[in-house]
């Protein structure tokens, strides 16, 4: 699994960022931009989404893999690596699976327990996009109100409308969305673990966010031993989106 992968930067620390779902590493591109003035920061597609290549197969297990695979042919050596809410998952099994590839992990507000599919109503909402028939992303965006309130959101998802060529031009989603619907319940899956990670692990989590819970801290403990967990005032799940200014701040600091 070759992943696309945007760069920016060419000297310092490498970091590695994954987008979670529905997202891509477009999504990343501000913050990267900003990074690449100390740091090699690359923002990669995970399989499914954007421009990496699509699979049926499709959990943190190959995912993580994809990771290992991509830090291998590109030859980045200890790298920091990032991930947020799916994207965090993915560098989470991956730091069980390849404990000794890594120097440093950041998990943007997503914890490793389970939890509930909730994206069933955005799922139908890409699904009820007439792709052949549609006219413009204005469109899209008033059949996606039917099942998505938060115009955020929305302009969230249809950034992944695009004109494909090999369709005679027609609007098509640069996500996967028969095998994410498919798998959604995995996307929530508690993670795989055998061992302890020793590195260090800084949690971040929103203030407004309900994805990271007191209670889930023993847990993350339990994993991550030599973990931090810090919290962003007036940001809610898309934290880098938030408060984009404290989330740099945080992040040069964790990797300096």
Same mark, same amino acid.
């Given at each position: 699994? &070759?992943?696309?992968?945007?760069?920016? %930067? +060419?000297?310092?620390?490498?970091?590695?960022?994954?987008?979670?779902?529905?997202?891509?590493?477009?999504?990343?591109?501000?913050?990267?931009?900003?990074?690449?003035?100390? #740091?090699?920061? #690359?923002?990669?597609? /995970?399989?499914?989404?954007? /421009?990496?290549?699509?699979?049926?197969?499709?959990?943190? +297990?190959?995912?993580?893999?994809?990771?290992?695979?991509?830090?291998?042919?590109?030859?980045?050596?200890?790298?920091?690596?990032?991930?947020?809410?799916?994207?965090?998952?993915?560098?989470?099994?991956?730091?069980?699976?390849?404990?000794?590839?890594?120097?440093?992990?950041?998990?943007?507000?997503?914890?490793? &327990?389970? #939890?509930?599919?909730?994206?069933?109503?955005?799922?139908?909402?890409?699904?009820?996009?007439?792709?052949? !028939?549609?006219?413009?992303?204005?469109?899209?965006?008033?059949?996606?109100?039917?099942?998505?309130?938060?115009?955020?959101?929305?302009?969230?998802?249809?950034?992944?409308?695009?004109? !494909?060529?090999? &369709? %005679?031009?027609?609007? *098509?989603?640069?996500?996967?969305?028969?095998?994410?619907?498919?798998?959604? *319940?995995?996307?929530?899956?508690?993670?795989?673990? +055998?061992?302890?990670?020793?590195?260090?692990?800084?949690?971040?989590? %929103?203030?407004?966010?309900?994805?990271?819970?007191?209670?889930? +801290?023993?847990?993350?403990?339990?994993?991550?031993?030599? #973990?931090?967990?810090?919290?962003?005032?007036?940001? %809610?799940?898309?934290?880098?989106?938030?408060?984009?200014?404290?989330?740099?701040?945080?992040?040069?600091?964790?990797?300096?």
């Amino acid at each position: 699994m &070759k992943l696309y992968y945007r760069k920016a %930067g +060419e000297t310092g620390q490498a970091i590695i960022i994954l987008h979670g779902i529905f997202g891509s590493s477009d999504n990343w591109l501000t913050i990267g931009k900003v990074l690449a003035d100390t #740091y090699q920061v #690359y923002m990669v597609d /995970q399989r499914n989404h954007g /421009q990496s290549p699509r699979s049926d197969e499709f959990n943190y +297990e190959v995912m993580s893999a994809d990771l290992k695979e991509f830090i291998d042919d590109h030859q980045i050596e200890n790298p920091v690596i990032i991930g947020h809410s799916m994207g965090g998952k993915t560098v989470m099994q991956f730091a069980l699976n390849y404990p000794d590839s890594f120097s440093k992990m950041m998990v943007v507000d997503i914890a490793p &327990k389970f #939890y509930p599919v909730h994206h069933h109503m955005i799922l139908q909402g890409l699904a009820a996009v007439d792709l052949p !028939n549609l006219t413009s992303r204005t469109e899209a965006n008033e059949i996606l109100k039917r099942f998505e309130e938060k115009e955020g959101v929305r302009q969230f998802l249809i950034k992944n409308l695009w004109r !494909n060529p090999e &369709k %005679g031009n027609q609007f *098509d989603w640069r996500i996967n969305v028969p095998v994410i619907t498919k798998n959604i *319940d995995v996307v929530g899956h508690e993670l795989n673990n +055998e061992h302890v990670v020793d590195q260090p692990v800084l949690f971040v989590r %929103g203030s407004e966010s309900h994805y990271i819970q007191p209670e889930d +801290e023993r847990r993350i403990w339990e994993i991550f031993p030599n #973990y931090e967990l810090v919290t962003v005032e007036g940001a %809610g799940h898309w934290i880098q989106a938030d408060n984009p200014q404290e989330f740099i701040r945080i992040t040069r600091e964790f990797v300096q």
